[in-house]
């Protein structure tokens, strides 16, 4: 995703705010200003434009409540705001002179927030629709339909420009140009061109690639673990027994992955060694994770993960997702730096300019001026391959009983552009109050 633009959404009023999106984009400012929504809304868009599936906003990690708890109110009153909307733009793979552009607007639907219309948008050809489901066939289908259909099926808008073809469940917009000057060989291209628009968003071959989501707190570590399904979970619950699997099953790909666990753990100094110590031969034995750290030329003794500190078994999970071979193109991470030492933290913030220049997308939240200040110097160092154009600083900035988000860029010498005032003004007080310079 290239941007987020959002509306009524939670603390972001009636002022449309459209945020960039990197590679690499951390979304940083006081509690309570929206990040964590901002995170939750990413996922649900995702699932609408390409799962065509109604999203949860109650689904772990995120639990943002009913459609009322959701829509922006201003001064804690109701305002008569019935809906919310919030799109996205992203690159396709063919069009390579322009992004396509999808939005939607949400409304109340059994006290859940229901997609009541999707747009979906490339240069000068756009397409809206509504439905009672979320399915682009049934866009398609109306779009053959209107071929050979007459009468009913075509119908002008107010605007001349606008034609809306519908059935019961299906109706969609699109520029045409007056009725006067319109010509069957002019809409029959038209129709080509939003049928094509159809086919290049492949809104099915992108949904195995859904965004995995990464809570802030993961799981808990237990001194012995029984084998379970693995199924990913935003807690982490299942990386222990994926751990296994690979040691037991798949030999290359856990060296591979051990190797880059510990490539980590040294140069957060978490941890030099990782392994599996399995209670028997078949994959149904129980079995422990185990650590160990080096003492100059001295190798320390193993120790089970539930007796180290709760940093190693907090990053593990994180770890986990971002350096499996298989894993997703889109990471949505809150406060990866839970438990972690400043040297940690900041280790944590070079892996993430290794795995974003690695062509995968991660919207980190944090607090962490660790992480922070390492993308910075990394970007401007160069060691990672990261540009300054592949890193978004969004700054969450509180107005009252909104939030203004500002979208901050990098320079080649890792400086911020385009922050407000207000940015890091606490962390310069305080510098300035420890020197003695203000009180």
């Known amino acids: 995703m290239d941007s987020i633009t959002l509306q009524n959404y939670r603390c972001f009023g009636s002022e449309e705010q459209t945020a960039r999106l990197a590679p690499l984009t951390l979304l940083v400012g006081p509690n309570s200003t929206g990040k964590t929504s901002f995170l939750a809304l990413i996922r649900a868009l995702w699932d609408v434009a390409f799962r065509e599936v109604v999203p949860n906003f109650r689904e772990e990690p995120f639990d943002l409540g009913s459609f009322e708890d959701i829509v922006h109110y201003s001064g804690g009153r109701k305002t008569g705001v019935k809906s919310f909307t919030a799109g996205f733009k992203f690159p396709s793979p063919i069009l390579r002179d322009g992004g396509i552009e999808f939005a939607a607007t949400f409304a109340s639907h059994q006290t859940a927030p229901f997609p009541v219309t ?57 520029l045409a140009g007056p009725p006067s000057s319109l010509s069957s060989s002019v809409v029959d291209k038209y129709l080509d061109e939003v049928t094509s628009l ?20 993961r799981f808990q570590p237990r001194r012995t673990y029984d084998p379970v399904r693995q199924l990913q979970d935003s807690a982490g619950e299942y990386v222990p027994s994926y751990l296994a699997g690979l040691y037991r099953g798949n030999a290359d790909e856990w060296q591979r992955l ?35 750290k080096f003492r100059k030329r001295r190798k320390g003794p193993w120790r089970n993960l539930i007796d180290m500190g709760h940093g190693v078994s907090q990053t593990l999970p994180t770890l986990t997702e971002l350096l499996r071979e298989d894993a997703a193109t889109v990471f949505l991470l809150q406060q990866p730096e839970v ?27 944090t607090h962490s001026d660790y992480i922070i200040d390492r993308v910075r110097m990394d970007v401007r160092d160069q060691t990672t391959g990261l540009k300054p154009e592949d890193v978004s600083i969004l700054y969450f900035e509180p107005r009252d009983l909104d939030v203004k988000i500002h979208s901050i860029r990098l320079d080649e010498m890792g400086n911020v552009l385009g922050a407000p005032p207000t940015y890091g003004k606490f962390f310069m007080d305080e510098v300035s109050r420890s020197i003695g310079i203000r009180k």
């Open 118 to 174: 999707r747009k979906i948008a490339y240069k000068d050809v756009g397409l809206e629709l509504s439905s009672a489901r979320v399915d682009n066939n049934r866009a398609k289908n109306a779009l053959a339909r209107y071929r050979i259909a007459e009468g009913p099926w075509q119908s002008w808008d107010r605007d001349p420009r606008t034609i809306i073809v519908s059935d019961e469940l299906v109706s969609f917009r699109f």
């Open 258 to 292: 051990k190797d880059s666990l510990e490539a980590f753990g040294k140069a957060s100094e978490l941890f030099d060694e990782i392994s599996v110590r399995s209670f028997g031969t078949s994959d149904g034995d129980p079995f422990q994770l185990q650590v160990r």
């Open 198 to 217: 159809l086919s290049v968003v492949d809104f099915n071959n992108r949904a195995v690639n859904r965004p995995v989501a990464n809570a802030p707190i």
């Open 339 to 365: 438990h972690l030492h400043p040297q940690a933290q900041a280790a944590l913030g070079t892996l993430f300019c290794q795995v974003a220049a690695g062509g995968r997308q991660l919207v980190v939240e």
